[in-house]
């Protein structure tokens, strides 16, 4: 296990086109998060998964946003009709149930969208 | 509704002089509190957390829930330590600040 794997490193897409990133936690921890970053600003939540239950998103994430975490282990992000907006870093982090421990981040995900 | 104000986005200091990084919050409970790091072309790092008051590469943070503060500090930086350095704040969901880019100049 070598920390949090995220997929792919990069993503260029044509505006309203589909795009889905994956990550991989690490496997200890039963915590999974996605966060955003635009360029100037710090990590903004997005949503949070414990076990396979997502539970909570943020109000930045509209309804062309989901995420799934379907055994509890790997987790995607899909982002339908894609727009100039959504162009950012995506964040995936992972923790212990004890979230004073601290995240682990992922390497992110930088989407384009032109 | 929490929030983490960095008031410096850049900071830059000589090697060998003190920096300290400022990071003030707002939260109504009892605060969690973070200082992450991202080198160039690393991934973001938990650098130290306020709960273990511990020391990590020569940095140290104080919490002042008097002033709503975590300033990060070090007495002597090196070059090694340019990067950008975030204040977070929260339990399960954290909050970032915008981040302060920290330059060391030999």
């Known amino acids: 296990d070598t920390g949090v794997s995220q997929d792919p490193r990069h993503k260029i897409t044509k505006r309203g086109q589909n795009v889905t990133f994956r990550c991989d936690p690490i496997?200890?921890?039963?915590?999974l998060y996605w966060y955003r970053q635009t360029l100037g600003q710090g990590p903004e939540f997005l949503t949070y998964?414990?076990?396979?239950?997502?539970?909570?998103k943020s109000r930045l994430l509209s309804d062309r946003f989901s995420a799934e975490r379907p055994k509890g282990s790997f987790s995607t992000l899909e982002i339908q009709r894609t727009e100039q907006g959504d162009s950012a870093m995506y964040l995936c982090?992972?923790?212990?149930?004890?979230?004073?421990?601290?995240?682990?981040f992922g390497s992110g995900t930088r989407l384009t969208v032109v | 509704a929490q929030r983490v104000t960095q008031p410096e986005k850049l900071l830059s200091v000589f090697k060998g002089a003190p920096v300290e990084l400022k990071c003030n919050y707002s939260y109504s409970g009892s605060p969690e509190l973070f200082w992450y790091v991202q080198y160039s072309r690393q991934r973001l790092q938990l650098l130290l957390r306020?709960?273990s008051r511990e020391s990590i590469k020569g940095f140290t943070a104080d919490l002042n829930k008097g002033e709503t503060s975590f300033h990060l500090k070090k007495p002597f930086a090196q070059e090694e330590d340019s990067a950008m350095y975030y204040c977070a704040l929260g339990g399960y969901k954290l909050s970032f600040g915008a981040g302060t880019t920290v330059t060391v100049r030999a």
């Open positions: 306020h709960i």
């Open positions: 982090a992972s923790s212990l149930a004890l979230p004073a421990e601290g995240y682990t």
């Open positions: 998964f414990q076990n396979e239950a997502q539970l909570e």
């Open positions: 496997s200890e921890h039963n915590r």
